[in-house]
């Protein structure tokens, strides 16, 4: 029989070859899909805690050892198959495992491991694999008679997910090849020998384009990070000599923080690492910047000075923008103020600024510390976030449209590569802008009628507490890294400023701030979205032209002034 030149043989394959090309489509495709359905699942899992795992730590604390809450929760046969998430340095509120004493849940569940040792109150961790928790009323859990349960979900080990993963890559390559036999088999089409190498050459094209592209963004990057390093700004904070002009940011000031916008990747130097200081609860290092955090999350590693009767105390309540996260101790608009105003006054700023604090907690930390403290003044720096749930993060669908990859690789592709890291920031922010996913506003305006409610209670019992032990209303201002005037953020200042009129407090207007600074963005850096040294200079200005000529203030001016 003449063949066409250039053509596979018109006589069909021996009937076993098909049938065996038949099983093997569908034995990978059955096999694939298996391995899909096994990558999808999560298995809950509820288990009871016996008094003997749990043992006593310091202050009101248990521990449940790594080792223990392992063969807790996995049965020995999914063992290396599947494990429960923990939180870690890198996701500190990655677990979802739930504390149940006597069938009610106890909480708050993430918490730092100091405040669940001095506080406890049902407080507890799951950190790196086991188990850091308190009773709800700080008896001992071994002997209380109350039955403690644990509830998570057990999730695919990263080794295992990645062998799913290949399995199911070599599956469908299996399916393909005997789809083609079968089809060439029953001669459906007529593939040419130039129509298998085209499309073999096509393959290996576009996966070598990619492979290309991959590398020539990792080459970029690694060469332009190396000709181009901002350090943060670790100045000492210049003094300004007269409090009644305004000056602008100094230039030096402005170029540093602009430049540390304008890198593209992360320095190894500005990751998070973990070290150790005196005093501290705990303390890291994060955009090259030290962070400590005291026994209740704020900034001091050391005890809170005793109050002087010839100093005016100004105790300052907010959250991370407060507390200065990624940023220089030094540069916080409290402690700017604290320099400039003390060349005229005797006067101090108590920063209790405390990351994820929203309203309802920082009327927490006005009632325990006011009457500790003994402020001559209370200020409240309110974030737009604040009018959140305590507990509440900025972020509520930040997980929506992953890119489809093993979360293993693109955790490996992301932690090991700077191309990684830069693709993986580029599709989250287009994912923000596209509002496929939740950005800084969403969960806020989401269910903002019951939001508003809830922060116009909290700052008038906020003012009425301050009222009544006998000092001036409480002095607020709306503090926002990302002024754009008009927009929805703004427009929640504007509501923040209202409810903060209406509980009697006087408030520090924000309008000539948003209009002025509009669009300008300023934050620390790319990974880092909390505000930097222009954003509290300028805020640190604002609030000077308030408090410098308030009448309560002129009895503490030096001498010399």
């Known amino acids: 029989m003449q063949l066409r030149s250039g053509a596979i043989g018109d006589r069909s394959p021996p009937l076993m070859l098909r049938r065996v090309a038949a099983a093997l489509l569908a034995f990978a495709l059955v096999a694939a899909l298996i ?12 288990a009871r805690l016996p008094p003997t795992l749990i043992f006593p730590s310091d202050g009101f604390s248990f521990v449940v050892s790594r080792n223990a809450m392992r063969d807790l929760l996995t049965p020995s046969i999914l063992s290396d198959l599947y494990e429960s998430n923990s939180d870690d340095i890198g996701q500190p509120n990655r677990s979802e495992l739930v504390i149940r004493e006597d069938g009610r849940e106890l909480g708050p569940a993430h918490r730092l491991h100091d405040k669940i040792r001095s506080d406890g109150g049902g407080a507890y961790s799951h950190w790196e694999g086991g188990l850091y928790m308190s009773t709800s009323d700080n008896s001992d859990a071994r002997t209380n008679r109350r039955i403690y349960e644990v509830k998570t979900h057990l999730h695919l080990t990263p080794r295992f997910e990645t062998a799913l993963w290949i399995a199911i890559k070599t599956a469908l390559i299996v399916a393909l090849c005997a789809a083609l036999s ?3 088999a029953y001669r459906r089409i007529r593939l040419t020998r130039g129509f298998l190498k085209s499309m073999l050459v096509n393959s290996l094209l576009v996966g070598m384009s990619i492979v290309l592209c991959f590398g020539s963004l990792e080459g970029f990057l690694w060469i332009w990070s190396s000709t181009n390093v901002a350090q943060p700004a670790n100045l000492p904070a210049p003094l ?19 430049g540390r916008l304008n890198i593209l990747t992360m320095p190894d130097s500005w990751k998070r690492r973990p070290t150790e200081v005196a005093g501290a609860a705990y303390a890291e290092y994060w955009q090259e910047v030290l962070q400590v955090y005291n026994s209740d999350a704020m900034r001091w590693a050391r005890p809170f000075p005793e109050k002087r009767d010839d100093t005016y105390r100004v105790m300052v309540v907010g959250d991370s923008l407060t507390y200065g996260a990624g940023l220089d101790e030094r540069w916080r608009f409290s402690n700017l ?48 976030n604040d009018f959140l749930p305590s507990g509440r993060g900025e972020y509520g669908a930040n997980s929506a449209y992953q890119f489809p990859l093993p979360e293993n690789l693109k955790r490996y592709f992301i932690l090991n590569t700077r191309a990684g890291a830069y693709v993986s920031e580029i599709y989250d922010g287009a994912l923000r802008r596209l509002h496929l996913r939740g950005d800084f506003f969403d969960d806020i305006l989401g269910n903002f009628d019951g939001y508003q409610a809830r922060f116009t209670r909290d700052v008038a019992q906020m ?21 754009a ?54 805020w640190a200005s604002m609030i000077s032209r308030a408090l410098r000529e308030r009448d309560d203030l002129q009895a503490f001016r030096r001498n010399d002034n």
């Open 240 to 258: 300004r000599s007269n409090l009644d002009s305004d000056r602008p940011v100094p230039p030096e000031v402005v170029v540093i923080a602009n």
């Open 337 to 384: 103020l604290g320099e400039w105003m003390g060349q005229r006054f005797r006067i101090e700023f108590i920063n209790l600024g405390r990351s994820g604090d929203q309203s309802e907690d920082v009327l927490k930390s006005i009632n325990k510390y006011q009457p500790f403290l003994k402020p001559d003044l209370v200020f409240y720096a309110v974030c737009l």
């Open 485 to 538: 005037y008009g927009g929805r953020g703004y427009q929640i200042a504007m509501i923040a400023e209202a409810a903060l009129a209406k509980a009697g407090a006087t408030v520090i207007p924000t309008e000539d701030y948003y209009r002025q600074h509009s669009g300008q963005a300023m934050q620390v850096s790319r990974w880092e979205g909390h505000p930097n040294e222009v954003a509290n200079w300028i």
């Open 35 to 46: 391995a899909t359905v096994l990558l999808a699942m999560s298995f809950p899992r509820t």
């Open 182 to 184: 079968i089809i060439v």
């Open 463 to 483: 003012n009425e507490r301050i009222v009544s032990a006998g000092l001036p209303p409480l002095v607020g201002m709306v503090v926002d890294q990302f002024p």
